[in-house]
């Protein structure tokens, strides 16, 4: 049987509420980058960071609210928290490179060039100075 809200011990209700507000901000902070960042890129990181943090704050004030409402130990949102923190950076990777791909066949200007390996560099000795 869970108990209702209004009999929590005040110290838990107060680590719930702390937990949910900075998780809730968290979320908010990273939507909020997502809007102003200006490129592409710069806004895959700021959802990134908040969905991973601003859930786990939440999932957090969910494990001490039911723990001690049930009064036995609540913890499969764990599993939740697995898998947010799994997916996010796999999803935000892959998007990314198929942002970089689709930029590149393009030829947009701003995009990075793709890697060059230290065989492919030119040699220092060989290039001469303009100046």
Sequence with gaps: ?????????????????F????GAA???I???????LPTFYERL???ALGTSW?????MLASMIYFTVSSSRLVIHEILIGIFVTVTTPITFMLLARAALHR???ARRDGVPRKYVGPEER???EDVSDAS
């Design 1 to 17: 049987m869970i108990y209702p809200a209004a009999d929590l011990p005040l110290s838990v209700a107060l680590a719930v509420a």
């Design 19 to 22: 937990f949910l507000l900075v």
């Design 26 to 28: 968290l979320a908010l």
């Design 30 to 36: 990273g939507a909020i980058g997502f809007l102003r």
């Design 45 to 47: 990181h700021a959802p």
């Design 54 to 58: 601003g859930i786990g704050g939440i």
């Design 103 to 105: 930029d590149r066949t």
């Design 122 to 124: 030119p040699n220092p």
